[in-house]
């Protein structure tokens, strides 16, 4: 486990953390006005490996090569000239620092850290970090890495769980939740909605399906990886009669049976790994997903039991409402597509590269 100290005057800045792997909605923006919950759990911390925040060059103004070194092969609005290597912790785990109330940035109901570290050490005044919990956005500490350096503290680091422990703590993501919001929306202060967790998580994996589909039309699992993937990759891709099959795998699940062109497999929450398929799908196109989605898609729980026929007695008083439902059909975030999109090098294919350059005008079906 590590703290994080000030570079300058070495005073302690953190809880004891350890190492995990960024999440996936990390960079996500959602909805309008609505209050996101904490993006990293209490006592860990994950590094950003690509650069963040000020200043920023517009995609004419960086020569291709440039940004295919940093991993971008399609043009995006904007690149940060940032430092990379940000170190991502929950807001509760910062200790010994101040807000600096001239750095609020042009945030609508909180900080969002676009005019760079608004929290200093209480002990020197060094700048050390950028708060963020903005509306929209997912609530966060991110160190400044040439502002803080780590220490080991006492007690070993343990070792990552393995891939049968992680399944068996059996940890899901549910694909609906309540999303908190600032004024209301229908009288109350929230409302239901799908998880942002997992149109982010959608955004990102369906990137991957594209690059792997090499343009020809893809088939899913039925059932709610349908409902997730098939809208937006029959919007897509071209319609035609090969269909490259996609099926769900990863520990515990039988090994996928020979043909299955693409795997959906799981992420290691604390090392990042993307679970690797052995024998027949060994070749086959790894898509990732967070663990939680993952175990939801091959363990989806049932919902409340409903009657086959008949009702319950209008002088029944009934306890068990029905789970509140979103009010639409599911759509991928589209800002994580497009990031995952812009950074996979198929996206130099042409046909990859006209979705790509498609997406700031066309209102693809299954794409928020």
């Not at 500490?141 to 780590?150: C, E, G, K, M």
């Not at 998880?195 to 039309?217: F, I």
């Not at 498609?358 to 928020?368: E, Q």
Request: proline letters at 12%; one cysteine or more.
């Amino acid at each position: 486990m590590f703290v994080f100290v000030c570079a300058r005057c070495e005073a302690r800045l953190t809880a004891p953390l350890s190492r995990v792997s960024l999440p996936l909605h990390a960079r996500q923006c959602y909805g309008n006005g609505a209050q996101l919950p904490v993006l990293m759990e209490s006592g860990t911390f994950a590094v950003d490996p690509e650069p963040w925040g000020r200043p920023w060059r517009m995609w004419d103004e960086i020569d291709p090569r440039e940004a295919e070194a940093r991993g971008v092969y399609a043009p995006v609005h904007a690149l940060s000239d940032g430092v990379p290597g940000a170190i991502v912790v929950a807001p509760g785990d910062v200790r010994g620092t101040r807000l600096m109330p001239d750095r609020r940035g042009g945030a609508c109901c909180g900080l969002d850290g676009a005019d760079g570290p608004n929290m200093a050490c209480q002990a020197c005044d060094l700048p050390v970090a950028a708060r963020i919990d903005d509306c929209s956005l997912w609530q966060a500490v991110r160190l400044s890495p040439d502002a803080v350096h780590r220490v080991p503290v006492e007690g070993a680091q343990a070792a990552p769980l393995s891939w049968a422990e992680l399944v068996a703590e059996g940890e899901s993501t549910p694909p609906s939740e309540p999303i908190a919001t600032w004024g209301g929306r229908r009288g109350t202060s929230h409302y239901w909605s799908w998880s942002p967790r997992w149109e982010a998580a959608a955004g990102h994996a369906l990137a991957h399906l594209l690059a792997a589909s090499e343009g020809q039309p893809v088939r899913v699992p039925a059932g709610l990886t349908a409902d997730v993937f098939q809208r937006a990759l029959d919007a897509l891709l071209p319609a035609g009669p090969r269909k490259r099959r996609a099926v769900l795998a990863g520990p515990g699940r039988p090994a996928p049976e020979a043909g299955a062109d693409i795997v959906l497999v799981p992420v290691h929450p604390q090392t990042g790994r993307t679970w690797s398929p052995a024998g027949p799908a060994a070749s086959a196109y790894r898509v990732p997903l967070p663990l939680g989605v993952w175990l939801w898609l091959v363990s989806p729980r049932p919902g409340l039991p409903v009657p086959a026929s008949g009702g319950v007695s209008p002088d029944v008083l009934r306890d068990d409402p029905l789970p509140p439902r979103p009010d639409r059909l599911f759509r991928a975030d589209r800002g994580t597509f497009r990031h995952t999109l812009a950074r996979l090098p198929a996206v130099r294919s042409p046909w990859l590269r006209t979705i790509h350059d498609n997406l700031a005008h066309n209102g693809y079906p299954g794409l928020s």
